[in-house]
């Protein structure tokens, strides 16, 4: 099975930028659907962006869309999520997390692999 080790997490001020990456091992991280889910106190995980394992695809939530990319480099089995003008509301952990099926699902309870996650706070 697959292991994966999320980092790049910080204390960045609203509008910066941060790149998150997830290094995955064990596997070979294009066997995977891949996605960043994200956590903050006292909420539910939310879905905030996926890849098809095939690469040929991706997701975004509208919370997220235009702002955060996806991507990954097969060779450094590596995801990452960069993560553009920052708001307080993308305050949270994010996890990276893995799922072997073909259908991209956008719920966490589909993804039988995730790491420890790392904390993103944004102030204001």
């Known amino acids: 099975q697959v292991q994966l080790a999320e980092s790049g997490g910080r204390l960045v001020q609203a509008g910066g930028s941060l790149r998150l990456s997830c290094v995955a091992s064990?596997?070979?991280?294009?066997?995977?659907?891949m996605a960043w889910f994200r956590q903050a106190p006292g909420k539910e995980r939310e879905y905030a962006a996926a890849i098809h394992w095939s690469g040929a695809t991706t997701y975004y939530d509208d919370s997220v869309k235009g702002r955060f990319t996806i991507s990954r480099d097969t060779a450094k089995n590596t995801l990452y999520l960069q993560m553009n003008s920052l708001k307080p509301e993308d305050t949270a952990g994010y996890y990276c997390?893995?799922?072997?099926?073909?259908?991209?699902?956008?719920?966490?309870?589909?993804?039988?692999?995730w790491g420890q996650g790392t904390q993103v706070t944004v102030s204001s």
């Open positions: 997390e893995a799922d072997s099926s073909d259908y991209v699902y956008l719920t966490p309870s589909k993804y039988p692999y």
């Open positions: 064990g596997r070979p991280l294009g066997n995977y659907n």
